[in-house]
C-alpha cells in the first residue's frame, strides 16, 4: 500500500466563509463552504482516494478490501469496516449552534452508533476577533439547564473563549461547545455524526422558522463538571513532536519544522493521518512511495507505512493523528 490522498468534500453553509477553498489551493466557484471534509467514511459521505492505483476508490471500500493494512489489526478487531475518525477543515463567518454529543454508550443505545469525541486546533482567528466556547463555567443541574434554554440565558453558564492561531480544544462526548465566528480549525472526531443542538440563537430560517432543538436528548449526554480551564496548555517547539491530545480514539500531535525528520512507525498498530496547515513537504515511505503535501492537504498512510521521511520545503506546520 501507498500514502493516499482524498478528494474533499464541501460542504456550503448559512454560517459559512471564504476561507477553505483558497487555503486548500481549489479551482472552484463554490461559495460560503463551511466544512472540507477531508478525510470522511460516514455513510453517504465516503472519502473518495484521489492518487494511485485505488484512485476512484471510497474509504468505505478500502477498509473492506485492505482491513487491518490499511487500519491496523488492533483497529479492525475493534471497529470492522468502519474507518474510526472523521478529519475537517471548518471556517465560521458565524456563531455555530450550541451543542453536545453523546459518548459512545449513549449514542449505541438511542442511534446504533459511535458517540464524538473531537478536538480542535485554531489555524486562524479573522485578525484577532474569533471565539469559541468549550464547557461550563458554573455548575447547573439539567432542570436548570433545561430552564436556561427556555428563557434563552444559556450563554451565561458556558466558558467563551477568544482564540488565538494554535490553541487547542479537546472536547470528550458530553461537553457543551460551539465554534464562533472567525474561528478556522481543524477538527479530528470519532467518526459519527450525532448531534444534539442545545441553542441556536433563536435564529430563524427564510421562512421564519427556529430550528428544532434537543433539549431533553441532551440532558441526559451533558457532562455537568465545570473545570477552570478547557483550553489545552502546551508549548510550542520546532523540529520535534509535541503532543496535543492523547485518549482511547485518537492521539494527535502537532510538528512545526524547518528541517527534515524521519518518523519511526514500526512499532505502532494503526494508520496514520497527516493535516498540513502551513507550508510544504514532501513525504516518502519506506517502500519509497512520495507525495508533496501543502497546506489544506491532508494525508493518510496505512498501517503497514514503517517509516515516513518528511524533507521540508523551508518551513511546514501539521498534525499527525493515530489511534
Known amino acids: 500500500m501507498y500514502p493516499l490522498k482524498f478528494n474533499p468534500i464541501l460542504k456550503s453553509t448559512i454560517w459559512g466563509g471564504e476561507k477553505i477553498i483558497p487555503f486548500k489551493h481549489l479551482a472552484t466557484e ?18 473518495v482516494v484521489a492518487n494511485g492505483t485505488d484512485a476512484g476508490k471510497n474509504l468505505s471500500d478500502m477498509v473492506k478490501e485492505y482491513k487491518g493494512a490499511l487500519v491496523g489489526e488492533s483497529n479492525y478487531q475493534r471497529f470492522g469496516d468502519n474507518f ?5 477543515f471548518i471556517d465560521a463567518c458565524d456563531d455555530l449552534s450550541i451543542q453536545v454529543h453523546p459518548d459512545d454508550e449513549l449514542a449505541r443505545k438511542r442511534h446504533n452508533s459511535m458517540g464524538k469525541t473531537e478536538m480542535w486546533y485554531v489555524i486562524d482567528n479573522a485578525g484577532g476577533k474569533a471565539h469559541l ?56 472526531q470519532q467518526t459519527s455524526n450525532v448531534t444534539y ?16 432543538l434537543h433539549t431533553e436528548l441532551s440532558k441526559d449526554a451533558i457532562d455537568y463538571t465545570v473545570e477552570e480551564d478547557y483550553r489545552t496548555s502546551y508549548t510550542p517547539e520546532q523540529n ?44 516518502t515511505d519506506n517502500e519509497g512511495h512520495s507525495l508533496e503535501i501543502q497546506a489544506g492537504e491532508s494525508i493518510l498512510f496505512p498501517a503497514t507505512t514503517k517509516e515516513v521521511n518528511v524533507t521540508v520545503n523551508e518551513h511546514v506546520k501539521f498534525l499527525e493523528t493515530y489511534v
Not at 463554490?30 to 472519502?47: C, F, L, R, Y
Not at 474510526?84 to 475537517?88: A, D, E, R
Not at 441556536?200 to 421562512?207: E, G, I, L, T
Request: aromatic residues 10%.
Open 197 to 212: 443542538r442545545i441553542y441556536d440563537f433563536n435564529r430563524k430560517d427564510k421562512n421564519g422558522n427556529t430550528r428544532e
Open 240 to 283: 520535534k513532536p509535541i503532543e496535543l491530545v492523547t485518549c482511547p480514539y485518537f492521539t494527535t500531535s502537532v510538528y512545526d519544522l524547518t528541517e527534515n525528520m524521519t518518523m519511526d512507525y514500526s512499532e505502532l498498530d494503526s494508520f496514520v493521518i497527516y493535516i498540513c496547515m502551513e507550508g510544504s513537504c514532501t513525504v
Open 84 to 88: 474510526p475518525l472523521l478529519i475537517k
Open 30 to 47: 463554490q461559495a460560503q463552504v463551511g466544512e472540507s471534509w477531508e478525510i470522511s467514511n460516514v455513510p453517504g459521505d465516503e472519502s
Open 133 to 188: 466556547r468549550s464547557g461550563l463555567k458554573k455548575k447547573i443541574t439539567p432542570d436548570e439547564y433545561a430552564a436556561m434554554i427556555a428563557d434563552n440565558t444559556i450563554c451565561d453558564a458556558l466558558a467563551d473563549y477568544t482564540v488565538q492561531p494554535g490553541d487547542v480544544f479537546f472536547l470528550p462526548a458530553g461537553r457543551i461547545h460551539s465554534i464562533g465566528a472567525g474561528c478556522f480549525i481543524a477538527e479530528i
